[in-house]
């Protein structure tokens, strides 16, 4: 596998890392506060490791911020 391919999350994962129930996941995204999903098969999604890692890093920054 090469180094430079995105790696995707699934939702517990996705979950788990942000310390967020699926409601609040779901409701941030139709806000467009939160990166969509990818569509990975009829059933499945994940998300993007580097968009979930630049929401965190966001949130972060928004608190060393006030």
Known sequence: MEEDMERLVK???VLRRCGISA??????IKKGK??????????AVAWANSEIEQWIEERM???YDK
Do not use: D, G, M, W
């Not at 409601?23 to 941030?28: D, E, G, M, S, V």
């Not at 990166?35 to 990975?40: A, C, D, K, T, Y």
């Open 23 to 28: 409601a609040t996941l779901y409701r941030l």
């Open 34 to 43: 939160f990166p969509e999903s990818v569509n990975i098969s009829e059933r």
């Open 11 to 13: 939702q517990k994962e």
């Open 61 to 63: 920054r928004e608190r």
